[in-house]
C-alpha cells in the first residue's frame, strides 16, 4: 500500500513541475503546481527544505502540533499559532516548506508527515484520494461555521461526500479598471463594464497607441485558469463534469468564451497580438504602467487599490458576463487540513477552529490585506469601510474551480489549446475540442 501511494505522488509531484514550467508567481497562490520532485530524495522526510521560523517550543508533555503553510500564508499562520498556544498552552510549530507539493510528497512517502497543512485547495481531492488527509466530516458538521462558506469553495473540500479539508483563504478573480484612463476617455469612472458588449465598448474607448483596453496572462496556464474560467462559467459553460471525470471544454458555452477572446485580438483591435507572450506578471506590470485599462486578477490587487498601491485611480468590479446577471469568479486560495496520521487528532481539530474564527479571518487575514473564506466574517469595520471588499464578498459567493484529482496534468492541453485559437493556429471549437480529447484522455489514466 506504501509502495502504491510513493508511486501515485511521485507522478503527481512530476505532473506539477511539467506545469510549472509556463506558470508565473500567481501560479503559486492559485493553481498548486510546483517544481518537480527528485526520484533521489524519496527517503527524505522534506522537513529540511522548510522555514519554521515561527513558534518553536512545545507543550509540557514535550508535544507540539506541526504545521505546514505556504508563503502567501505565512505570517498569519505564524501570528495565529503564537496566540493560540497563549490562549491554549498547545505549542504550534509553523513552517514553510520551499516547495509544498514536493515536500508533502516527500513526507507522506517517508511517513514523517506535519499535523496539519494549509495547501491550495484545488489540490485537496488529489490528497484527500490517496488518504493522505483525515475524515474531518463529523468534526465539520458540529461546527458554527459549517454553512458559512460559497459552494465552490466548499466543493473543493470534499471527496466522495466526505470532508477533508476547510476553506481557509480564499483569492478570487475580479476585474480591475484604471479609473483615470477611463474618466480621460469619455467614460464613467465608477460604472465599470458589466456585460461583454460594454467590455469591448469600454476597451474599444480606451485602446490608443499608448493603452490597450484589456489584456491576460495568456502564456500562463494557471493564470488563464484564474482569469479566464469565469467567463466560461458565466456563460453557462463548465471545464469539467461535476464529478471531474471528463472535460466539458468542447460544449458550445465554452467556446464561445474562447472566441470571446481571441476576438479581442483580431475583430476588435484591443488586446495585442503578442498577448501569448504574456504571463502573470508581465500582464499585471502592464496594468501598473498603465498600458493596460482593464485586467482580471485577485483578491490581493484589491488590496492594493484598498491602500492606495497603485501610482492611479483603480477600480474592481466584478467580471462582467454576457447578460450582466450571471457573474463567475475563481475560487483559488487555501484550505487547511489534518493529516490522516497525526497523532494529535483533537488539538489540531482545535487549531483549525481557531484559524477559523474572527481572531484570524478578521484580525489576521485582513491586517495583511486577504479576505476571510467564512460568509459572516465580512460584517465589520476594516471590510464594511472600503465597497472593494463588497466585490471580493460577491465574487466569493459566485466562486468556482474545476474539480479533478489530476488538475495540474490538465495545465498542458489546457495552455496549448488557448495559445492555438489566440494565435488563430486553430479555431476556437477545433482548439478546445482537441484538448477535451487530451484531459478526458488524462482523467481516464
Known sequence: MKKKLLVSLLVFSMALGLAACGNSNKGESTSGSQDAASADNTESSGADSTNNAGNTESSED???????????????????????????????????????????????????????????????????????????????????????????????????????????APDVSVLLYNKDIFEANGLDPENPPKTWDELIAAAQACTNDDVYGYMFSASDAGGMMFTFCPYIWCNGGEFTSEDGKESLLNQPEAVEALQFITDMIYEYNVTPQSITSYDWTATEDAFKAQKAAMIVQGSSAVGTIVND???????????????????????????????????????????VQYCLSKEVQVDQLAAYGNIPARSDMFENDIFGSHEEYDILRQALEVGEAPYSLKYNEMYTPWIDAVQYALNQEKTPEEAFSDAKEEIDALLSE
Open 62 to 168: 514535550g508535544k507540539s502540533l506541526e504545521v505546514w503553510v505556504r508563503n502567501s500564508y505565512y505570517d498569519e499562520v505564524t501570528e495565529a499559532a503564537k496566540n493560540f498556544t497563549a490562549t491554549t498552552g498547545i505549542a504550534v510549530n509553523v513552517s514553510e516548506p520551499s516547495d509544498m507539493s514536493d515536500d508533502l510528497a516527500l513526507a507522506l512517502s517517508s511517513g514523517n508527515v506535519p499535523d496539519i497543512v494549509s495547501i491550495d485547495c484545488v489540490l485537496v481531492p488529489y490528497y484527500s484520494s490517496i488518504g493522505a488527509l483525515k475524515d474531518i466530516t463529523e468534526e465539520f458538521a458540529a461546527s458554527d461555521f459549517k454553512d458559512t462558506f460559497s459552494g465552490g469553495l466548499l466543493d473543493l473540500s470534499s471527496y466522495e461526500g466526505k470532508q477533508y479539508a476547510v476553506p481557509f
Open 309 to 351: 498601491g497603485y501610482d492611479f485611480n483603480a477600480g474592481c468590479a466584478l467580471i462582467p458576463s454576457p447578460d450582466g446577471n450571471k457573474y463567475s469568479s475563481f475560487s483559488g486560495g487555501d484550505s487547511i487540513a489534518i493529516l490522516a496520521d497525526t497523532d494529535m487528532p483533537d488539538e489540531a481539530w482545535q487549531f
